[in-house]
């Protein structure tokens, strides 16, 4: 009879294994930790930046519907009313003539909360010029 032979940790099969690499379960943790608050911090902005492209929107069809400063606030209004834009109002466009054209500027800040104390801020500066 043979004497019972214990496998050795030198072996090929072993050193395959010594050699493999990946990421451990703590590593994943932080990983998945790290993607949740990207995650989290771009739901709460996306709706922010699709409110702005709609004012950028609105600006563009009152500016080329309307002639006079009141016209353009009013048609402003009316297309913040069908966008759901809450942000800004006609009045509080900024709208100066600039070499025979009415330009359109408006700035706002829009304040997110995260969690607890943590905010974050974003100014959204435009104006019709740069549209």
């Known amino acids: 009879m043979k004497p019972l032979q214990t496998p050795s940790l030198s072996g090929a099969p072993f050193r395959i294994l010594r050699r493999q690499r990946g990421v451990s379960i ?3 943790l932080v990983i998945i930790v790290v993607l949740g608050f990207l995650a989290v911090v771009a739901l709460r902005v996306v709706p922010t930046f699709v409110e702005y492209r709609a004012i950028q929107s609105a600006i563009k069809k009152a500016k080329a519907s309307a002639g006079t400063v009141v016209e353009i606030q009013k048609a402003f209004d009316r297309s913040a009313a069908i966008d759901d834009i809450t942000t800004l109002t006609g009045k509080d466009l900024d709208i100066a003539k600039v070499d025979d054209d009415l330009v359109v500027s408006y700035a706002y ?3 997110i909360p995260l969690f607890g ?5 974003i100014d959204y500066v435009a104006s019709s010029k740069s549209l």
């Not at 104390?117 to 801020?121: A, G, K, Y």
Request: net charge positive; proline share 9%; glycine share 10%.
């Open 109 to 111: 800040t829009k304040k």
């Open 26 to 28: 703590v590593g994943l």
């Open 117 to 121: 104390p943590v905010n974050l801020t």
